[in-house]
């Protein structure tokens, strides 16, 4: 049997062809990709509003009316003003720096590493630092003070959308 | 006026027509293949379980919060607001005040009373 061989031009035609039909399945599998990667990747992260939260909450439980009673500045005044269970306290780490005069003391509750990882790139903790000028009550004394927040949450499963 | 197209002309044209047709065809298999894996409904699970969320921490004692939802049972778990359509995602709260919890048909009441010493 004599198989007929294409001429160049139809060579040529035939590969302009393919030439097209690659272009058009790049064309929708880089829409396909751009579709899927938005859906994805949706991310619905709301530890920054938490933090703020946080802050607030833990300014509102250490002073009252803006007044800080030294004697009861400790660990364990912190960690009464949330109902942090033991699975929480890994994924949060709250602390407080009270400061006036020669004066200065620091307390915590829950994962300290977590301050470490602050700022990292990727999936890292929300942090953040805030300052307040308050009264510091020392016996019948009240003096300036400085509260120095800082406050970090982890909860990156929850945050990063898997499906 | 328009020239009569011969049969090679017509046997190329459906030759685009059908790679066209062909490719739309398994874009769109694919899509909806995916889109039947990931489902809205994880999606309304995750943003109505954030905002009960941050409504709850946000809120001072003696404050009550009604909300609508469809589709999905809503459940406090400890420390945890679990919203379920087939499969459940949680998320956990700091508010320190005591919770009263009621959920039902698609309508969750949550109200907040100080912590009593």
Redesign the interface.
């Known amino acids: 049997m004599k198989i007929k061989t294409k001429n160049k031009k139809a060579q040529l035609g035939h590969g302009i062809?393919w030439i097209y039909?690659i272009i058009?399945?790049i064309l929708?599998s880089l829409?396909?990709v751009l579709?899927?990667y938005n859906?994805?990747y949706?991310k619905?992260d709301?530890r920054s509003?938490?933090t703020v939260?946080?802050a607030k909450?833990t300014t509102n439980?250490l002073t009252n009316n803006g007044i800080l009673d030294v004697k009861n500045f400790d660990n364990a005044m912190l960690k009464n003003?949330?109902?942090?269970?033991k699975?929480?306290l890994n994924?949060?780490y709250i602390s407080a720096k009270l400061s006036y005069n020669d004066f200065s003391d620091k307390i915590k509750v829950g994962n300290a590493e977590l301050e470490v990882l602050c700022g990292l790139k990727g999936k890292s903790p929300e942090c953040i630092s805030q300052s307040y000028y308050i009264l510091a009550k020392n016996n019948t004394e009240l003096k300036n003070a400085k509260l120095d927040l800082s406050i970090s949450i982890l909860?990156v499963e929850?945050n990063y959308?898997n499906? | 006026m328009f020239k009569k197209m011969n049969k090679r002309g017509q046997n190329l044209l459906l030759k685009y027509i059908f790679d066209i047709i062909f490719v739309i065809a398994v874009g769109l298999i694919l899509l909806f293949f995916t889109m039947g894996i990931t489902k809205k409904e994880n999606f309304q699970k995750q943003i109505v379980t954030k905002q009960m969320i941050l409504l709850l921490d946000s809120a001072e004692p003696e404050t009550s919060i009604i909300l609508q939802h469809y589709n999905m049972t809503i459940n406090k778990i400890e420390n945890n607001i679990e919203a379920k359509t087939k499969l459940p995602f949680s998320y956990d709260f700091f508010s320190p005040y005591n919770l009263e919890f009621i959920s039902n048909n698609g309508k969750t009441t949550m109200q907040i009373f100080e912590k009593q010493q």
């Open positions: 062809l039909r058009l399945l929708v829409v396909y579709i899927i859906m994805f949706f619905c709301i509003a938490e939260l946080l909450k439980c003003c949330f109902s942090f269970n699975d929480q994924e949060y909860k929850e959308m499906i």
